[in-house]
């Protein structure tokens, strides 16, 4: 039951910044249509790219990268070790990701609040709100760290569990 909602929660999440990242082509396409026949870009184009679609396509989709074990990993020593010492390894590597993002979730969530309170504004060529695109971190980083919690309890009940990147999506 969590692992269905934790992997759906990871695949919304993740179509989300797909839309943000068609949004971003979207409009950088029609700043150059824009700027090249009609002499006329769009006022702040860089600027709405750079605080919201751009934090969509790299904060959104961490949670789903980490339930796919699909994070950069180096397991040259890791492949040498025994089976108990590699669950052990496993086991206190994903709580010490866990904690780390949920520092990260807290800080952020406190961050954008405080943002959010004082109506954050970017002085550019037009004046935006950024306070909304800040509560996208704190989302991203939740998620992350409820998928590295469930990695973390799975490589400590499971002992044949398998941490290799997936090529398959059904496995929940």
Known sequence: ??????????RFLTLVAGIGLILMMVQTVADVVADNFFGKPIPGNLEVISVYHMVLVVFLPLAL?????????VDLFFLMMSAWLQRTVLVVGY???????????????????????????????????????????????????????RHAVRALRDPIASFAPQSDETHI
């Open 1 to 10: 039951m969590i692992d269905t909602l934790l992997y759906r929660l990871s």
């Open 65 to 73: 990268v980490e339930w796919k074990h699909e994070n950069i990993q």
């Open 95 to 149: 709580l010490t990701c866990a904690v780390f993002f949920a520092i990260l979730t807290r800080q952020t969530w406190i961050d954008a609040v405080a943002s959010w309170q004082k109506n954050e504004l970017m002085m550019a060529a037009i004046y935006l709100v950024i306070w909304p695109a800040k509560f996208v971190l704190p989302i991203g980083f939740g998620a992350i760290t409820l998928v590295t919690l």
